[in-house]
């Protein structure tokens, strides 16, 4: 069975710092998502990784896929507040299979 | 932009009542997804489609059914509803290729009383 575990579950950081959250899963797809969460409402898709290898960046954000070792990031560069969300990855092995979420706070 | 909408941001129902949550999408995407969104839990997957009137079990099917009659609309009932289906329910659809992210409707926030 496909799992899918990020980390960490909570996040509090100051604004101006840099982080990573990791998604690491247990079969051998190369496709996989991620995904943000504003409260209260529904998610919204920010990358699509489809190799080994890949990295997409917008803004602030950076997602990576190694495939080999089952590891994709989302790394945040310089926190800003406007990036507090909860944020998922999934995982595309015929069935999508999310993580947990991760809490990101970003205090000023 | 692709477009999903849900029939209802939150509802609220009695236990052993028969609920039904509409979805509907606007882009002619071949797949349909029902999820339930529990704190701590992540997405967990109900049901899917792949076709008009194809479904498939996901994860946590059990007191749950679906209907999928249009390609565009894909519902999801609760047979009896029970308060441990309190939860907040998304819906999303894709193009055919597993290639594509899944697109979600804002969510229907239901609690079973």
């Known amino acids: 069975e496909l799992k899918v575990e990020q980390n960490p579950l909570f996040l509090s950081m100051q604004e101006g710092k840099n982080y990573t959250i990791y998604c690491n899963y247990s079969?051998?797809?190369?496709?996989l998502y991620w995904y943000r969460q504003d409260p209260g409402k529904s998610l919204e898709s920010l990358f699509v990784l489809l190799s080994n290898g890949a990295v997409k960046q917008e803004g602030r954000l950076m997602a990576s896929l190694d495939t080999k070792a089952r590891l994709s990031t989302l790394h945040i560069t310089a926190a800003v507040h406007d990036l507090s969300a909860t944020y998922f990855c999934?995982?595309?092995?015929?069935?999508?299979?999310f993580g947990a979420g991760t809490r990101l706070t970003v205090k000023p | 932009d692709v477009k999903v909408t849900q029939s209802s941001r939150y509802l609220v129902k009695r236990t052993g009542e028969k609920v039904f949550l509409e979805c509907v999408q606007d882009m002619d995407h071949e797949n349909m997804f029902w999820y339930r969104q529990d704190p701590g839990l992540g997405l967990r997957l109900i049901y899917f489609?792949?076709?008009?009137?194809?479904?498939e079990k996901g994860d946590i099917p059990e007191g749950y059914s679906v209907s999928r009659e249009k390609k565009e609309r894909f519902s999801l009932i609760l047979e009896s509803a029970s308060t441990n289906q309190t939860s907040m329910y998304l819906c999303?659809?894709?193009?055919?290729?597993?290639?594509?992210?899944?697109?979600f409707g804002p969510g229907t926030r239901l609690t079973v009383t």
């Open positions: 489609s792949y076709d008009v009137k194809m479904k």
């Open positions: 999934a995982v595309d092995d015929n069935d999508m299979r």
């Open positions: 999303a659809s894709s193009f055919g290729s597993n290639s594509y992210e899944q697109y």
């Open positions: 079969t051998t797809s190369d496709r």
